[in-house]
């Protein structure tokens, strides 16, 4: 990475560019490009926004399910929240079994940095029992690939999506892309299972200056896959937070290229909890908006993953990567983790989210400032990944900021509560109960709060 642009090694991003009259200038040249992105959002936004009542919500004949017994015991006499007793109707319900189902062993993904803590974190990989990672390799350093193939080997039979980041030399460059793509795939053809061409596209730091740009970095990548590579596995499009415009210009153009998914770095952090809104959307919105886009578009197989989103936490400066303002607590990072991840598979939109990531001081679930520290997400991510690898998710129901996720495991109903406003639940004799954590409770009154409780139904079925 070359001036003006540099590496921050302690948040692992790029620095703010300080040069104000080299950026207006670069933007400037790619005016062009701007006004298309502006054009396309004004045309695509809208008609997607109008179409996502029809993709999300699919219903389906339950007498005709097998499911149905199930259902008709979580609606009628499972648990639910009152405080009188009776069950309150939901206010909205996302239903899976019309849709392609989640591959639950896939889904939970974890960032990993394969130049730190090599040998733990290969071990707390295994602790996590996750079976997919995300490992990120800087174009600027190919001297690192060999080191890079000996970690991904090390991961065994664990599949990997590599995210191949750019620097502005690149992004200029393609034939010098082209070059080094050529040497990542042939050096890791049979050992990476999805290829992420670029990221953070929206981010001048990140050596982008207009999607144009970013379109003809992939074009390029695109057409090394098809003369030489036909089985890589490229996803795409790297648009950071909920800047959907940009994603518009990247899946509505006249470039010709095919993305085999989508990868978008769905941030929420700076709204706080995931449930809080920006501009009328919450998580679960968000990411029905980006599935109908990805849905519509002719340049992308139906596929998405989250391949980025965190949570900065409060002093760690200048570990975290934003300021001290958007940095949350431990306990709050944990929470917010976990109810991330269970909106997202409740959506049934999303093929996989990788969490950024395992050891980083600033936003991992490892500090390792002065010594090797597990934080309480730690163990949170690991216990929601024994858990739910396994699960069929049933629906989610929501009532007022109280929320329900229903799935069933092996035969079982399991139902996590969480609840905005401080709640009470009766902790039946039929229950099983357990925290965030996996510790078991057994208080005859139960707090649901903004602490998921992991709640079993004995003899469901």
Not at 25 to 30: G, I, L, N, S
Not at 126 to 153: G, H, N, Y
Not at 347 to 366: E, K, P, R, T
Request: with cysteine; hydrophobic share 40%.
């Amino acid at each position: 990475m070359k001036p003006p642009f540099a590496w921050d090694n302690f948040s692992d991003q790029p620095y703010q560019l300080k040069d104000k009259e080299y950026k207006k200038k670069m933007r400037k040249k790619e005016i062009f490009s701007l006004l298309k992105t502006f054009f396309t959002a004004l045309f695509i936004l809208p008609i997607s926004f109008l179409l996502m009542p029809f993709v999300k919500r699919k219903q389906i004949d339950f007498f005709q399910n097998s499911l149905f017994r199930l259902l008709h015991f979580v609606r009628n006499d499972g648990l639910c929240k009152s405080n009188d007793g009776h069950c309150e109707e939901e206010r909205r319900s996302n239903l899976s079994f019309a849709r392609s189902p989640v591959n639950s062993h896939t889904f939970f993904c974890m960032g990993v940095d394969f130049e730190r803590e090599q040998k733990l974190t290969l071990e707390l990989l295994e602790e996590l029992e996750v079976e997919r990672v995300l490992v990120r390799f800087k174009l600027w350093e190919m001297e690192k690939l060999k080191e890079l193939k000996s970690f991904i080997l090390a991961c065994g039979n664990k599949k990997i999506t590599l995210k191949i980041m750019q620097d502005r030399e690149h992004v200029e460059d393609l034939k010098l892309l082209k070059k080094d793509l050529r040497i990542i795939f042939s050096s890791l053809n049979g050992h990476v299972e999805i290829y992420e061409i670029g990221s953070t596209i929206n981010r001048a730091k990140w050596g982008f200056f207009s999607v144009d740009e970013y379109n003809r970095f992939f074009q390029t990548a695109y057409d090394l896959k098809i003369a030489e590579f036909p089985h890589a596995v490229l996803i795409g499009s790297g648009v950071i937070d909920f800047e959907y415009h940009f994603t518009a210009h990247t899946l509505f153009n006249f470039f010709k290229y095919h993305y085999d998914g989508v990868a978008s770095l769905l941030y929420v952090d700076r709204r706080g909890a995931p449930e809080n809104s920006q501009m009328g959307f919450d998580l679960s919105d968000k990411i029905a908006l980006l599935h109908t886009m990805v849905w519509l578009s002719p340049k992308s197989a139906n596929e998405l993953h989250i391949t980025e989103t965190n949570w900065p936490i409060s002093n760690t400066a200048p570990y975290a990567p934003t300021s001290e303002h958007e940095c949350v607590s431990e306990e709050s990072y944990a929470n917010f983790m976990l109810r991330y991840y269970l909106l997202a598979f409740a959506s049934g939109h999303v093929d996989s989210v990788s969490w950024h990531q395992l050891i980083a001081s600033g936003y991992g679930l490892i500090d390792n400032r002065d010594a090797i520290r597990k934080r309480s997400a730690f163990y949170v991510y690991k216990f929601m990944v024994k858990t739910l690898k396994d699960a069929q998710f049933l629906e989610l129901n929501i009532q007022e900021g109280y929320y329900v996720f229903k799935s069933l495991i092996h035969d079982k109903l399991l139902q996590i509560h969480w609840s905005l406003q401080p709640a009470t639940l009766e902790n039946e004799e039929f229950y099983e109960v357990y925290s965030k954590d996996g510790k078991k409770i057994e208080d005859k009154t139960l707090t649901i709060g903004a602490s998921p409780l992991y709640i079993y139904t004995k003899d469901t079925l």
